[in-house]
């Protein structure tokens, strides 16, 4: 069976998009620590970027972890508050 994707690059970005995926989302699902700012490791830049392959094994635990990864709730995410209809006080 002949893959119709021309390099693991192009199949990394076809999953990414499939899924909604972000750079900082492949790091954690590989496990690598995602740089501060949200970004990826320099590893994900670089298969990105089409200076360096993914690695086939790589790229298969990318497309078994896809579907059932939750993306971490941001640190910037404030619960709203809510009014309770009896009361009329807020719920937290």
């Not at 496990?31 to 970004?39: A, E, I, V």
């Amino acid at each position: 069976m002949t893959s119709p994707f021309r390099t693991t690059t192009d199949a990394l970005r076809a999953i990414m998009d499939a899924y909604g995926l972000t750079r900082g989302d492949v790091c954690r699902i590989l496990g690598l620590k995602p740089r501060s700012n949200g970004g990826s490791s320099g590893t994900v830049d670089s298969w990105l970027a089409g200076t360096r392959g993914v690695p086939r094994a790589k790229l298969e635990l990318i497309m078994l972890k896809a579907p059932t990864y939750v993306k971490p709730e941001s640190p910037r995410a404030r619960k709203l508050k809510t009014l309770d209809a009896a009361s009329g006080a807020n719920v937290e």
